[in-house]
């Protein structure tokens, strides 16, 4: 870019008797080049220190030179600038005449360089709908205005004022394509909400809304009993817990079993949609209510969810200011469409669900105090997959039975060794993670049995010494060892094998252990 700390010491020549500085115009040495007034063209400018020796004199023809140079650099810099950015770039003067149109822009707009570039911006586009001819005119920015400047093009605009010693030049405009994420989610809303009319049409088969959520373990148990014991209340609920463990489905299920089943079940991720489009998606928007709207206003989420109930998922990634209006919405039951004035009863039960501290975060001023105790009036934690690692055993066979149809394979045994590495593995992706690698191995292993060099490498850790374990369980008292061995057969559904790598004892010492305490194997 242009280079601004440009003492002008550095383009003088020696001063000498000859000169004349009363023909010239006085600086002292140490100014700087971009600190200059305009000058009397032809006129030489005398340097002198700071008691007022001469020590320089810069021609004029040195100046108007090096001035010519910068500006020759600061050009090279924006025209390759303009090239790079991936956004559309727009300049016009203070007259609303184009002075520079990017290659981005050629491509948003289909408006070729050539064609566009010194004639007025209102020549192609409406004058009330172009943000860089508002900002010349009060000299206000906008900054991610969210806009639809042609039918099927949505972009965000940052636009700035072009000052130069106080007055305004012209404007800059920037956009940035947001085209594919409006109609990705349009598309992801559309096919949410059939998906979701042909889930409800095949659960209304199933009598218990909670039979899709598998596992026998304490801790899921009581979540679950938890969750239908809130169905029935018609309150706010809060669901925690870490990411994979099936949030969603607990949300799902509630609602089924509660008084507004009949009613639509609508999802929203907080974390998923851009900030700017955020509010329109969760309240909709009027007729006109901005450029490029839908000439029909548009519902939003809560809307759509009348009767029913809306999830809020990551319900900790939402906006701060978008907070305010959520818990302006619990608080009066009613909220108003962008550009509306006129209040919408609300009709919906909120449940929404993170996988974030939000009391950590309220702490960092990230979440409100005030919308967490409006939305936490029952919470239920889902305990993940480390806390429940008797239920791994069901799981995995429930994905192997799923992913044999799926991929018309039959269904492989699995080696003991693999059992135990895979009820061994912490699952930090939980739920999710442990069908990603079920899929995974359904789709590689054409064997009869899985064997633990088909599991990913993250999953294979290096054995320990057995003979320590079972030594350690052989100094283990009689009673704790009995109960070891039984919550070992219980994990692994009595597969004997499974449970002596669990204990790290030989089957033979574990069929010996079963027979001592008169032990049965089934479950």
């Not at 023909?23 to 008691?51: C, F, N, R, W, Y």
């Not at 900790?316 to 550009?339: A, N, T």
Request: glycine share 6%; net charge negative.
């Amino acid at each position: 870019m242009l280079k601004q700390q440009i003492p002008l010491h550095t383009l003088s020549l020696p001063w000498n008797a000859s000169l004349d500085s009363d023909k010239m115009k006085t600086l002292p040495k140490d100014q700087l080049l971009s600190d200059l007034d305009p000058l009397e063209v032809g006129k030489d400018i005398a340097l002198q220190d700071t008691d007022g020796t001469y020590v320089g004199w810069i021609p004029f023809s040195n100046i108007v030179q090096t001035v010519f140079k910068q500006w020759k650099i600061c050009l090279a810099y924006y025209e390759t600038l303009l090239q790079a950015v991936d956004d559309a770039i727009t300049a016009v003067d203070g007259e609303g005449n184009i002075v520079s149109w990017n290659p981005k822009s050629e491509e948003i707009f289909q408006c070729s360089h050539d064609e566009i570039v010194g004639k007025p911006i209102t020549d192609f586009f409406e004058e009330d709908s172009i943000e860089v001819m508002s900002t010349l005119k009060d000299g206000k920015g906008v900054i991610r205005k969210y806009h639809q400047p042609y039918p099927d093009v949505y972009v965000l605009i940052n636009s700035l004022p072009v000052v130069m010693d106080q007055s305004i030049i012209g404007g800059i405009s920037v956009e940035r394509d947001i085209t594919d994420v409006v109609k990705l989610n349009e598309e992801l809303s559309a096919t949410t909400a059939y998906i979701q009319d042909l889930e409800r049409k095949m659960d209304k088969k199933q009598s218990d809304p909670f039979h899709p959520i598998k596992g026998r373990s304490p801790a899921l148990r009581e979540a679950v009993g938890m969750a239908k014991k809130v169905a029935a209340a018609d309150v706010p609920v809060l669901i925690t817990g870490e990411s994979g463990v099936g949030k969603e489905l607990f949300a799902s299920a509630i609602h089924k079993a509660s008084p507004r089943a009949e009613g639509p079940f609508i999802a929203i991720n907080c974390g998923a949609i851009p900030a700017s489009l955020f509010e329109s998606e969760l309240f909709g928007y009027e007729k006109g209510a901005f450029t490029g709207a839908n000439k029909e206003g548009k519902k939003g989420k809560i809307d759509i969810a009348k009767g029913g109930t809306l999830f809020l998922d990551e319900i900790g990634e939402m906006p701060l200011d978008l907070q305010v209006k959520l818990l302006r919405v619990l608080q009066e039951k009613q909220f108003y469409r962008i550009g509306g004035n006129k209040p919408n009863p609300v009709d919906v039960r909120i449940i929404a669900a993170t996988n974030r501290d939000l009391e950590k975060m309220i702490e960092e001023g990230l979440f409100r105090q005030d919308l967490y105790y409006r939305l936490n009036v029952v919470s239920i934690p889902i305990p993940s997959l480390r806390e429940r690692m008797e239920d791994i055993p069901e799981l995995i066979q429930l994905c192997l039975k799923e992913f044999s149809v799926k991929y018309s394979k039959p269904i492989p045994d699995i080696d003991p060794e693999v059992m135990y590495l895979l009820l061994h593995h912490d699952w930090p992706g939980n739920i999710r993670q442990l069908r990603n690698t079920i899929e995974r191995i359904m789709i590689l292993v054409d064997e009869e049995v899985i064997q633990p060099h088909h599991l990913p490498n993250h999953l294979i850790k290096k054995k320990e010494n057995k003979s320590v374990r079972a030594s350690a369980l052989e100094q283990l008292p009689a009673d704790s060892e009995e109960m070891q061995i039984r919550s070992a057969l219980m994990k692994t559904y009595g597969n004997k094998s499974a449970a002596a790598k669990l204990l790290g004892v030989s089957r033979a010492t574990l069929y010996n252990k079963i027979k001592k305490y008169g032990l049965s194997t089934r479950v």
